[in-house]
């Protein structure tokens, strides 16, 4: 079991920056690739960026290429996304995810615990 707990969200203007973190319980946080969902009003969730186990490899959508840096540290059981540039299409609750036994998913059903999210509101 992982319980997932995100923080960091807030109320910024476009071109601000916002770093999340997620923290994680449990001893095997360091086996489990980490992602990064999104789900903005009226819309369905969007995967944002992944991260596998080592932290070796990521990868991210499309709309934060460039902008948004996923990182984590096995040390402290934490997975962070580093939002810069930030537009007003980047607003959603922001949740982060733990998935067992893909290295790097982007889609939501090969995740097995999720956080309660963290609201993000970029203004313009």
């Known amino acids: 079991q992982v319980q997932l707990v995100e923080s960091g969200g807030g109320l910024v203007q476009a071109g601000d920056s916002l770093r999340l973190s997620c923290a994680a319980s449990?001893?095997?946080?360091?086996?489990?690739?980490m992602g990064w969902f999104r789900q903005a009003p009226g819309k369905a969730r969007e995967f944002v960026a992944v991260?596998?186990?080592?932290?070796?490899?990521?990868d991210y959508a499309d709309s934060v290429k460039g902008r948004f840096t996923i990182s984590r540290d096995n040390g402290k059981n934490t997975v962070y996304l580093q939002m810069n540039s930030l537009i007003p299409e980047d607003t959603a609750v922001y949740y982060c995810?733990?998935?067992?036994?893909?290295?790097?998913?982007?889609?939501?059903?090969?995740?097995?615990?999720w956080g309660q999210g963290t609201q993000v509101t970029v203004s313009s």
């Open positions: 995810a733990a998935s067992r036994y893909y290295a790097r998913p982007t889609s939501e059903a090969k995740y097995d615990y």
């Open positions: 449990g001893r095997t946080f360091s086996s489990y690739a």
């Open positions: 991260i596998n186990w080592s932290g070796s490899s990521s």
